[in-house]
């Protein structure tokens, strides 16, 4: 499976953005992470088949995840954005069978908040 995630760019604090992920085969489950320059990668938002979402406490109330299954896709909707949102996005996916599990990993995306 490969993951093509766009959508990225400059937007001022307050601003909003939306990121689409499209996945090229069917995966179980969808996220989003984000890095800072020198610093882990950490999970923001996630999304299984169902549509059932969850999100980091930082972003709760401004952002939302939610998915096409009919296209692979998953979007990260991003309203007030704040200087601390400034990472690179990445889009991740796991595929789930009987025999096991596999994770995903899309290019990264990248955001920046400033006036």
């Known amino acids: 499976v490969q993951l093509q995630a766009s959508g990225g760019g400059l937007v001022q604090p307050g601003g909003s953005l939306r990121l689409p992920c499209v996945a090229s085969g069917s995966v179980n489950v969808m996220a989003w992470y984000r890095q800072y320059p020198g610093e882990q990668r950490e999970w923001v938002a996630v999304?299984?088949?169902?549509?059932?979402?969850n999100y980091v406490d930082s972003v709760k109330g401004r952002f939302t995840i939610s998915r096409d299954n009919a296209k692979n896709t998953v979007y990260l909707q991003m309203n007030s954005l704040k200087p601390e949102d400034t990472a690179v996005y990445y889009c991740?996916?796991?595929?789930?069978?009987?025999?096991?599990?596999?994770?995903?990993w899309g290019q990264g995306t990248e955001v920046t908040v400033s006036s």
């Open positions: 999304i299984n088949s169902g549509g059932a979402p």
């Open positions: 991740k996916a796991v595929r789930v069978r009987a025999r096991g599990s596999w994770h995903y």
